[in-house]
């Protein structure tokens, strides 16, 4: 009889610590990247004896024991955060953060950018890794938080110059055509440029006078001239010149107007009196400051800038292991791998990992409904271990009534 109490005892106590990792798990249940446990429950040693009417053994249990918890490592279900640093992994795989020289791995992707531009888990304060050709290295915004400006070279132009309109020779004179287009100088500064286009014909078919005049004055003059098919001229199909605005380093901007013998940039017909050229592209760019940082689903950094620009960073790294039970929780779900534990360090969507949510995290993969039902067989276990105490218990009482009338 003392064999059941101890066996009952065990039971309880088995019981007891299984309901310490229930209660764990639903304590997390809205801990995002969170991975629930269960408790390993094992029988304890056997005593044996040998039956002597059968001479068959005799075994006898001695209880229970319980062994390690162990992770449930299932996909969470993904949640739209709309916080572009926010990031899941769709998949296998944990991301690698390093804080004090140590080295950790997490499946939560709540990230931020400290005040030094590098990215750091938000709980943990621990910076995130990236990888650049298999190294870690952290991302970091250094010398990306503006994207520079890139000074005009180029201005192309579309539309038709009608040789029978803007003619100052025409009775009455026709006033000349002027375009007005943005361009970037060797500063970065937005200037306006005026392009006027006096009809030359009296002179020469088929031609046109340009003069090109900043907020200072003329900057530049040329001529340009098309062909009877319409198309610009071999030698006047554009206009190149200098352009350096006071304390500005000089450029070279070039007036396209298209390629020799095609219609397909500006043309030079007939149209009456009324002329559709028009400034195409100008492919300067104004200097921008970021506006925006966010991950694509190969974990790729995206930078966008307030003048209209896209870059791409570091992409975030990735680690999978041979046996992820082999990891040990520190908390903030944070795992650290064993010296020597076999792992593979990549990036989203090579090698079996898995590929990058943005604007996700991954919730816990608690099951509500399941921690339930193993409350109920926890509490039912231990009511009946504590029923088997207190049976065994009248039964001693019983026996020593006996032994003591006597």
Do not use: C
């Not at 390993?40 to 075994?59: A, H, I, K, M």
């Not at 534990?341 to 079996?352: F, I, P």
């Amino acid at each position: 009889m003392f064999t059941s109490i101890l066996n009952a005892f065990s039971g309880m106590l088995g019981f007891s610590k299984g309901l310490d990792v229930i209660s764990n798990n639903l304590a997390n249940l809205n801990t995002p990247g969170f991975k629930e446990s269960e408790l390993q429950f094992r029988d304890l040693f056997y005593r044996v004896g040998l039956e002597q009417s059968s001479g068959q053994s005799d075994q006898v249990g001695q209880g229970v024991s319980t062994g390690s918890s162990r992770t449930i490592f299932n996909q969470g279900n993904l949640q739209n955060t709309g916080n572009s640093l926010d990031v899941a992994i769709n998949g296998n795989g944990f991301f690698v953060l390093r804080k004090d020289g140590q080295t950790f791995y997490t499946r939560t992707g709540q990230f931020q950018f400290n005040t030094d531009g590098v990215l750091i888990e938000q709980t943990s304060q621990a910076h995130v890794a990236g990888s650049i050709d298999g190294k870690l290295v952290d991302i970091s915004l250094t010398g990306l938080r503006v994207n520079p400006a890139k000074p005009t070279t180029e201005v192309k132009f579309s539309g038709n110059l009608s040789v029978d309109a803007n003619d100052p020779n025409a009775n009455p004179p026709q006033q000349a055509l002027e375009l007005t287009t943005k361009v970037i100088d060797g500063a970065g500064t937005s200037r306006d440029l005026t392009i006027k286009f006096t009809n030359n014909k009296s002179v020469t078919a088929r031609s046109w006078l340009i003069e090109v005049r900043d907020a200072t004055g003329t900057v530049a003059t040329g001529e340009i001239r098309y062909q009877g098919s319409g198309a610009p001229e071999v030698g006047f199909n554009a206009l190149v010149f200098s352009y350096a605005p006071a304390n500005t380093p000089a450029t070279t901007i070039r007036l396209n107007f298209g390629d020799p013998g095609s219609t397909a940039g500006s043309t030079g017909l007939s149209g009456g009196t009324t002329s559709t050229l028009k400034v195409d592209t100008q492919n300067g760019i104004a200097p921008g400051s970021l506006v925006d940082a966010s991950f694509d689903e190969e974990g790729k950094l995206t930078l966008k800038y307030s003048n209209g620009q896209t870059t791409t960073g570091d992409q975030l790294a990735l680690a999978s292991f041979e046996n992820p039970q082999d990891l040990t929780l520190k908390g903030d779900n944070l795992y650290t791998a064993k010296d020597g534990q076999a792992k593979l360090v990549a990036t989203a969507s090579e090698k079996g990992l898995g590929k990058i949510a943005a604007k996700q995290i991954e919730l816990s993969n608690v099951q509500l409904t399941e921690q339930f039902t193993n409350i109920v067989v926890i509490q039912r276990g231990f009511q009946a271990s504590s029923q088997v105490i207190s049976v065994t218990n009248e039964m001693m009482q019983q026996l020593l009534d006996l032994r003591a009338r006597r």
